[in-house]
């Protein structure tokens, strides 16, 4: 199993610039989240999907933050455009059914200058 | 959603056995406590979680208090490999706001060899 796939594992963009982070979740799960963590907030919810229909997407900072899931083995999370205090590193997770436990990727650190 | 309260931090020896409190007082009838933990430079992972009953699995052992006002997660043997952040969550499997876990500040466990 090759569990929860993000890209890229880095990214540094200068301000103003489009940023859109990747996730290919576990196959077979059907709910994906977006969470974002910083040093001074921890670890945020952003928005979180069920069989690729955004359940809940209070989370999400404004309008310069937007997430789609296509299809059920991938998903985007788009920043445009992109400021310096959107930088973070930025986790998808994946669960199968409502009670599962959450398998999260490795991050997206991003760097807005 | 119900509160945990973790300590900040907490310093264990290497091969010895780590106790990881968490208190949460105003927990429902219906609200599970999961552990999650964050080893460094990557994402959250499951550690374990429960009910009422203390549970086991190969990672760790759960106490929880017979009023479910508390639990503590234990670590029987404590590796350099288990210094990370520890999670304490409330997680409401009532099926009104089930779907996500709000992730806190977190226990800080730092390992000596």
């Known amino acids: 199993d090759a569990g929860v796939i993000q890209s890229p594992r880095h990214e540094v963009t200068e301000m103003g610039q489009e940023v859109t982070l990747r996730c290919k979740p576990i196959?077979?799960?059907?709910?994906l989240f977006w969470y974002r963590q910083t040093m001074m907030r921890g670890l945020e919810l952003l928005i979180y999907f069920n069989n690729n229909v955004p359940i809940d997407d209070s989370g999400m900072p404004e309008d310069r933050f937007s997430a789609k899931m296509p299809n059920a083995s991938f998903s985007t999370l788009k920043i445009q455009p992109s400021e310096p205090r959107d930088s973070a590193v930025y986790f998808c997770?994946?669960?199968?059914?409502?009670?599962?436990?959450?398998?999260f990727g490795e991050g997206s650190r991003l760097t807005v200058l | 959603d119900a509160k945990t309260t973790q300590p900040n931090s907490m310093e264990s020896n290497e091969e010895e056995p780590v106790h990881l409190p968490c208190n949460h007082s105003t927990i429902s009838g219906t609200d599970y406590i999961h552990w999650y933990r964050q080893l460094p430079s990557q994402g959250p992972e499951y550690v374990i979680h429960g009910l009422t009953s203390n549970v086991n699995n190969r990672m760790a052992s759960l106490a929880i208090a017979e009023d479910r006002k508390s639990s503590t997660l234990i670590l029987h043997r404590a590796t350099l490999r288990d210094a990370a952040v520890y999670y304490c969550i409330l997680r409401d499997n009532s099926g009104a706001g089930s779907y996500q876990l709000t992730f806190g500040k977190g226990t800080k466990l730092s390992v000596i060899p």
């Open positions: 997770a994946s669960r199968s059914g409502s009670y599962g436990e959450l398998f």
């Open positions: 196959s077979g799960h059907n709910s």
